[in-house]
């Protein structure tokens, strides 16, 4: 509903955060979005050729977190509300996708069209419950929200054991995906389709919620985070915003979900534990709140840290039990800490560093903090 | 008849042991406006302490005064260390501090215990005495009663009636006027997080020998049910947090013996949402007008 919207070129735009006008010749928004879309796609394309088939699976998952980071940077860093329920929100999509393709397999249906469409319903059924979620969330404040969402990280996954006619219990569901179509080849690898796959899903929808920011709709997100008396005065429906907040935030939760679980090729309640959801939130803090680029080193970190760590402990070679301890925990611990020191240290994440030392290094003018 | 007094015999006494979490949340709360949402995980750390002084000692008694010691030593670690450093201009960063010692925390435990159960102990029996036909209380109820009924009470004399208290109070309150009267707000905070935190271990204690056993994700269920019951009673009530852990712990206790235990967790989501939407500064908070 933003699409038509966010096309019109914006009468003036701020820069994030901070509010510093940017210059307003660079023409159109969409047309600048589409172009780094497009270089995106054309990047992974290559990648996707010259890597193995591992990375690629690698670089498909951080795509999968990517579009679910990106959805949390706006909601939590441009929309100022806090969810720990993004885990849960991923678990509906992928839940959802895992019992269309099912319900495609069983009735025998092939075809190309079959996986967007159980992607689409992903998303469908997760911007439901987002909206559930997102109304009684408009309602809350600070730590009262982060409790809501804690409890819905915790309890949602119980669910799936709750319900284990239709979810499976601790076992979870598959997910058939089709192989590659043939066109491309018989012996096209798997893992580049996955790839090609998610980074298509991915990039529209961050071409899409890039336009929703530098929107009318963007801003309003902005002016309620920043305060919601004043959004109040200027005539902008708060509670409104919130829940379009919640609910877009939601859908693009629910596609990196589904996109998981078409890349896992399996579903269940322990993939997506509260642990999740408080991977989501770090990635998004120390990638920089807000930005959709640190969004995205935010993914990288969640795939690459726990392979470092396995890497790591590789070297080392300790007993196999204490490796065992060692490979699940390290990158949590890692994680933590990490969390606890940009957060006291440097708020605005690896972004917000990397942009004050770019700033710096052109020293255009002096640094700013928001 | 029987399966109604024994569900509410049950209740009350996870809710005791609710209560006693809530009240951790509250006075953390009070003095720092802070939720911590590490609470959980620091009272699982302070209850593995326990389990291994008791597993090397043998004593059940000295793991459980190791766990409370524990408790009010990393209470005051967690907010010298880490708390106090953390930017409160937005309330959202102490929440993600918070989330960032619950990984930190966890994942330490997991490297030096492991992931798989351990068996906790509990001090008395935990099956129930008969009168007069019917089953009532286990002498652990009892014991639960008694620490949570001391406790609640030694916090609401300490808080009313020690110039300590006063001072805590004060600081909470008026820190800027506090500390013009020569109080040491700082170290005021400091002793609340130690308390709340200690209060936290006392709980985890109390609870673990009832659920599963001790695990690094032990208190996170418990964590999201002493929160619910911290806002039932109103963040800012601690006899409050004390009623909405009874209630709490009643409700879950119905809903897990006449619905099925795999339904608690919903019940749980649901009563708060239920408090949140219908009375949003819980049962106990004087009508005040709504803040824009």
């Known amino acids: ?370 | 008849m029987d399966r109604f007094v024994f569900l509410t015999v049950d209740g009350l006494s996870r809710g005791a042991v609710y209560s006693a979490f809530a009240l951790a949340l509250v006075l953390i709360w009070r003095a720092a406006r802070v939720v911590n949402f590490a609470q959980g995980a620091m009272a699982v750390a302070a209850a593995y302490v326990a389990y291994t002084v008791s597993a090397a000692t043998g004593s059940y008694w000295l793991g459980f005064v190791v766990a409370i010691v524990a408790g009010l030593l990393l209470g005051a670690l967690v907010d010298r260390v880490v708390m106090r450093h953390v930017d409160h201009a937005s309330p959202l960063n102490p929440v993600i501090v918070a989330l960032g010692l619950v990984l930190l925390i966890q994942a330490v435990l997991g490297m030096v215990y492991g992931s798989e159960f351990r068996p906790a102990e509990a001090p008395f029996s935990r099956s129930a005495l008969t009168v007069g036909g019917l089953a009532v209380l286990s002498p652990y109820d009892l014991f639960v009663f008694a620490t949570i009924g001391v406790v609640v009470s030694g916090l609401a004399w300490m808080f009313a009636r020690t110039p300590v208290g006063l001072r805590m109070r004060a600081a909470a309150f008026a820190p800027e006027v506090s500390r013009l009267l020569g109080v040491n707000v700082g170290g005021m905070l400091t002793l609340g997080w130690a308390l709340a935190s200690g209060v936290g271990a006392l709980a985890a204690m109390l609870v673990l020998p009832t659920e599963l056993g001790l695990h690094p994700h032990a208190m996170d269920l418990v964590f999201v049910s002493a929160f619910t019951a911290a806002v039932v009673g109103g963040l800012d009530s601690p006899p409050g947090a004390v009623v909405g852990g009874l209630v709490v712990g009643l409700v879950l206790s119905y809903v897990s013996g006449y619905a099925g235990s795999d339904l608690t967790p919903l019940a749980v989501l649901v009563l708060l949402l239920a408090v949140l939407l219908v009375r949003p500064g819980g049962l106990f908070a004087p009508v005040t007008a709504r803040r824009v």
Do not use: K
Not at chain 1, 16 to 41: I, K, N, Q, Y
Not at chain 1, 183 to 208: D, H, I, K, M, N
């Open chain 1, 1 to 370: 509903m933003s699409a038509t919207r966010a096309a019109l070129p914006p009468r003036q735009q701020f820069d994030e955060p901070g509010g510093r006008p940017v210059d307003r010749r660079r023409g159109s928004t969409l047309l600048r979005h589409l172009a780094v879309v497009l270089a995106a796609g054309l990047l992974l394309l290559a990648l996707s050729y010259a890597v193995e088939p591992f990375r690629n699976f690698q670089l498909a998952t951080v795509v999968a977190y990517f579009c679910a980071t990106a959805g949390l940077t706006v909601l939590t860093g441009l929309n100022g509300q806090l969810s720990l329920g993004h885990g849960a929100l991923m678990a509906t999509g992928a839940y959802t996708v895992a019992l269309c393709q099912t319900a495609f397999a069983d009735r025998g249906m092939t075809g190309g069209w079959l996986l967007p469409l159980s992607l689409g319903a992903a998303v469908v059924s997760t911007v439901a419950v987002g909206a559930v979620v997102g109304v009684a969330a408009a309602r809350l404040r600070g730590p009262y929200l982060a409790g809501v969402t804690l409890a819905v990280a915790v309890v949602v996954p119980a669910l799936a054991v709750t319900f284990d006619g239709v979810f499976n219990g601790e076992q979870g569901l598959s997910v058939p995906v089709e192989p590659p179509p043939l066109s491309l080849g018989a012996y096209f690898p798997y893992e580049r389709w996955q790839l090609w796959v998610t980074g298509a899903a991915t990039l529209l929808a961050l071409l899409l919620l890039a336009n929703l920011i530098r929107s009318r709709y963007g801003r309003t997100f902005r002016a309620v985070r920043d305060d919601e008396v004043a959004a109040r005065l200027a005539g902008i429906h708060v509670a409104r915003t919130q829940v379009l907040a919640f609910v877009v935030s939601a859908a693009t939760a629910g596609l990196g979900g589904a996109l998981l679980a078409v890349l896992a090729q399996s579903v269940s309640p322990g993939a997506f534990s509260l642990t999740l959801s408080l991977f989501l939130l770090m990635a998004v803090v120390i990638g920089g709140l807000g930005r959709l680029t640190g969004a995205l080193w935010g993914a990288v970190l969640l795939v690459a840290l726990p392979d470092l760590t396995h890497s790591l402990t590789d070297m080392l070679t300790l007993s196999p039990a204490v490796a065992q301890r060692l490979e699940g925990n390290l990158p949590l611990a890692i994680f933590g800490l990490t969390l606890i020191v940009v957060m006291i240290a440097a708020p605005g994440g690896v972004q917000g560093l990397l942009s004050r030392l770019g700033r710096a290094l052109l020293a255009r003018r002096p640094t700013r903090r928001s």
